[in-house]
């Protein structure tokens, strides 16, 4: 496998963003989702939209009104509702693959362009009003309990969108102790690789765990590779992006 032409396929045809080669050689088999190692990679190419559609809006001078972001919200939140659960979709049995026609397709499509951007759309929400809402630990914590009691919805997105987004925001400019505010990020990592390494373990024969104990040993053997994901590429890509821009702005002053 590692010889053959299939994982350099695999980098070559992910490599735009767009998620269009799950497999590599039709690994991994014998797993609850098998025939895709990443499946996190998937949701790039929407994140990637999302930012171009706000561009546009911007180009366009749209992000002005303020009343844009919230009626896009409240479209978008319509459209999620009415849609049947993601869920319905991508339930298989172990080992499984759910064969799934054009129209069915359609709606799955449908469905992921509505959950992303109604959790895009929250955050945007949050980030217009935030001169006027108010950041108190309180409400943080009644956030968290509303979308614990909105993950047993079938869609919990419809009810708890805002309130994750305020959670995740609000917390984050809460914390003021310099020990508690990481500059090292390992989150982005967490997210890329961690798919892949929980197949790994499946694969490994460690599905017999409880989902608990799963979690930590996903987590010990996800986090070496997210630091190294951090200090290698993340960490030095946005030191050449600061640099870049001090370079460009010292360049626009000496004119």
Not at 58 to 81: D, T
Request: aromatic residues 12%.
């Amino acid at each position: 496998m590692l010889l053959s032409r299939a994982p350099f396929e695999y980098v070559l045809r992910n490599s735009a963003v767009s998620f269009v080669k799950p497999d590599i050689g039709g690994t991994p088999r014998g797993v609850t989702w098998s025939g895709v190692w990443d499946g996190s990679l998937g949701t790039l190419s929407w994140e990637v939209l999302c930012y171009i559609a706000i561009a546009g809006l911007g180009i366009a001078g749209l992000l002005h009104r303020r009343w844009l972001i919230p009626a896009l919200f409240v479209l978008v939140l319509y459209w999620s509702a009415i849609l049947p659960p993601f869920s319905a979709f991508v339930e298989t049995p172990p080992g499984g693959r759910q064969y799934i026609d054009a129209a069915t397709n359609q709606l799955v499509m449908e469905g992921l362009a509505a959950r992303f951007a109604l959790m895009f759309l929250a955050g945007a929400l949050l980030y217009l009003f935030r001169n006027v809402l108010p950041a108190r630990w309180s409400l943080v914590v009644v956030s968290v309990l509303v979308v614990l009691a909105a993950s047993l919805l079938p869609n919990y997105r419809i009810v708890a969108a805002i309130p994750l987004a305020y959670a995740i925001i609000v917390s984050g400019a809460l914390i003021h102790n310099e020990r508690l505010r990481l500059r090292t990020d390992l989150s982005y990592g967490v997210y890329i690789y961690a798919f892949p390494v929980q197949q790994l373990l499946v694969i490994c024969g460690l599905a017999f765990l409880n989902p608990i104990a799963f979690a930590i040993v996903s987590a010990i053997a996800t986090l070496p590779l997210a630091a190294l994901s951090w200090f290698l590429v993340e960490k030095r890509a946005i030191s050449l992006k600061s640099r870049l821009k001090r370079r460009s702005i010292t360049s626009a002053g000496a004119r």
